[in-house]
């Protein structure tokens, strides 16, 4: 047998040089990811617009009047979007339903006024609010059980549901109460959401 330790320690011991980098091949990766990013965010863009224009039929929303009364309830948190009521899934995305944002809203007994900083307002007269429950969640928000003012509301001949979170969860109950109270509001508050 002979020993090749030697041999092998030498080649062991001769300076290698470092792996030179595939700059082609790198910058070809990054740009295909990019694209594909780019490409998965236009496709997301294509279904918000075309959504969108399946729901154009829906009239615009009421602006808040001059004097809509003294205050019943304040409150301010988030609103988290609109679906079709009893369909959680099923966001609206016409007249600027869909977009998140902060919420200012105060109840009179003219109806509810929705102040959004930075997105368009809209008022829901009394008589088009058909009832409010504590839920978990609205399209593209879940949270613990009764953490989501639901109002559901009529407009354009459809039934819409809105979701909102206040800075202080405790409120939701008081709110579920006074709408439910709202002059000409003939249905009764729930505190489960339609079956899902």
Not at 2 to 20: G, W
Not at 42 to 60: A, I, N
Not at 100 to 119: I, M, N, Q, W
């Amino acid at each position: 047998m002979i020993d090749n330790t030697p041999a092998l320690a030498a080649l062991a011991a001769e300076p290698k040089s470092a792996e030179v980098t595939d700059w082609a091949s790198r910058i070809g990766w990054v740009a295909g990811l990019l694209l594909f990013v780019a490409l998965v965010y236009w496709l997301m863009r294509q279904g918000w617009k075309w959504r969108g224009s399946l729901q154009s039929d829906l009239p615009e929303l009421p602006e808040i009047p001059d004097a809509p009364g003294a205050p019943r309830l304040t409150m301010t948190g988030r609103y988290h979007g609109s679906t079709t009521a009893g369909q959680w899934l099923d966001r609206i995305v016409a007249r600027g339903l869909g977009t998140r944002s902060r919420v200012e809203l105060t109840l009179t007994d003219a109806g509810l006024s929705v102040v959004r900083p930075g997105d368009r307002d809209f008022f829901v007269p009394a008589a088009q609010v058909r009832g409010a429950r504590l839920d978990k969640g609205i399209a593209g928000k879940v949270l613990a059980e009764g953490g989501l003012l639901v109002v559901t509301w009529e407009h354009g001949g459809r039934l819409l549901d809105s979701g909102f979170r206040s800075d202080t969860a405790a409120e939701h109950t008081a709110w579920v109460e006074a709408l439910g109270l709202l002059p000409l509001n003939d249905i009764t508050a729930t505190k489960e959401g339609a079956a899902r």
